[in-house]
């Protein structure tokens, strides 16, 4: 995936892209301090990977993002291919906005996202965490 940084004066204010790394962990108000019933896991990793794909890896995918903002100042950008434009900047912090808000609508009422880490490299990451929902269900 490609981005660009509005209003960064490093390198990221140019068009360059990434090979991302996601990694999600959800949680389940099931969990507690007994072993989970048959078949005994929180949720199902294929079905899990299937949201992800559907609602994050296929729409982000060889995609080009870029701000609102960047697009006033490159107005030629606009008719790029596979070009998502959002009303805010897509760092990687916004990028885990972006799919927190799409997987969670995905996940039913029992599970919960309680941390999202995306990697841009192999040694830089952000990450989003909400520890405290699930704390002594």
């Given at each position: ?13 140019y ?15 099931k ?6 019933p ?6 199902d ?10 609602k994050?890896?296929?729409?982000l ?8 903002e ?30 927190r ?31 405290g ?5």
């Amino acid at each position: 995936m490609g981005h660009a940084i509005n209003g960064y004066e490093g390198k990221c204010k140019y068009i360059h892209g990434h090979s991302y790394t996601l990694h999600v962990t959800v949680a389940t108000k099931k969990m507690g301090n007994e072993p989970l019933p048959s078949p005994g896991f929180v949720i199902d990793f294929k079905g899990l990977k299937k949201i992800v794909n559907e609602k994050v890896i296929s729409r982000l995918d060889h995609s080009l993002i870029l701000s609102e903002e960047y697009i006033k100042k490159y107005p030629d950008l606009s008719q790029g291919q596979n070009l998502i434009v959002w009303p805010y900047e897509p760092s990687a912090e916004n990028i885990l906005y972006f799919i927190r808000c799409e997987l969670q609508d995905s996940l039913s009422g029992n599970y919960t996202i309680i941390r999202l880490r995306l990697w841009e490299t192999a040694d830089s990451f952000a990450e989003w965490e909400d520890a405290g929902r699930y704390a002594g269900s």
